[in-house]
């Protein structure tokens, strides 16, 4: 077998001709991978608020490529498992390797674990997501996105350094790693962003224009509480839609006795 019988991944299509729609969303994604090794190399030469920077710059390629793939047209198993090697590296390898140079290098041995163990939770959470997006159509993510995951203490950081002009509470730091860790291979369900907002999604659409109006006026200040909403507000719904369940097996039983 060639190239040419798989031309998903050689490039062309079926009918042989080549197909450049696929390089569009290729580059966000090696934007992404890039971002998280300079993320890696700006931490270990001290810079820790650009190496945050980085991994937000690379979590913002992360959510423009999967759009352009879906707008081009060119969405692809290639293409997906490039965008999970990347989003490992910039939003498992690199938020690790961050926390770990501020904060759990300073534990000893219980520090590195804990690092561990959230890159191992990092991968496990993308090859799910990987097999399930070949299976089934979800609305919402199951367990934590890995972005998100990044997202929390790296805020954290930069909301740190923004107030007090140092890192504070670093204690919270080690929180989240083992929060996060533990969320991202759960079974949380956690709401995804619409590509497009519809009639019903009114509400949506007015709070996401007051997000990006937030981070354009202060993206330093507001970054980290808007991340903590978003996994708090899922947190929330999960135990409401878990009581409920409860609830509702309990009057199930009643009724049968």
């Known amino acids: 077998m060639t190239a040419a019988n798989y031309p998903e991944y050689s490039g062309r299509t079926e009918g042989g001709r080549r197909d450049y729609r696929g390089l569009f969303p290729g580059v966000f994604t090696m934007g992404n991978l890039v971002c998280g090794f300079l993320s890696v190399l700006s931490v270990s030469e001290g810079d820790v608020v650009t190496g945050c920077w980085f991994i937000l710059l690379a979590a913002f390629l992360d959510l423009l490529d999967g759009k352009v793939a879906r707008l081009a047209g060119v969405e692809s198993r290639l293409g997906m498992e490039l965008d999970s090697l990347a989003d490992f590296m910039s939003f498992g390898v690199a938020p690790a390797f961050l926390v770990h140079a501020i904060m759990l290098g300073s534990i000893g041995k219980w520090g590195w674990i804990i690092a561990v163990v959230y890159i191992m939770a990092a991968g496990y959470r993308l090859a799910r997501y990987n097999l399930l997006s070949q299976s089934e159509e979800k609305q919402n993510f199951l367990g934590m996105p890995v972005p998100v995951a990044a997202l929390g203490p790296v805020t ?17 730091l080690i929180s989240m790693m083992i929060l996060f860790s533990g969320l991202m291979v759960s079974q949380v369900e956690f709401e995804a962003v619409p590509d497009r907002f519809g009639r019903a999604e009114r509400v949506k659409l007015v709070l996401a224009i007051l997000i990006i109006v937030a981070l354009v006026i202060n993206a330093r200040l507001t970054l980290f509480p808007i991340i ?5 507000t899922n947190l929330v719904r999960e135990s409401h839609r878990l009581f409920t369940r409860g609830v509702d097996k309990v009057r199930s039983r009643s009724g049968q006795d």
């Open 228 to 232: 903590a909403a978003y996994i708090l």
């Open 156 to 172: 954290f950081v930069i909301f740190s350094y923004h107030i007090w002009g140092d890192l504070q509470y670093s204690e919270y």
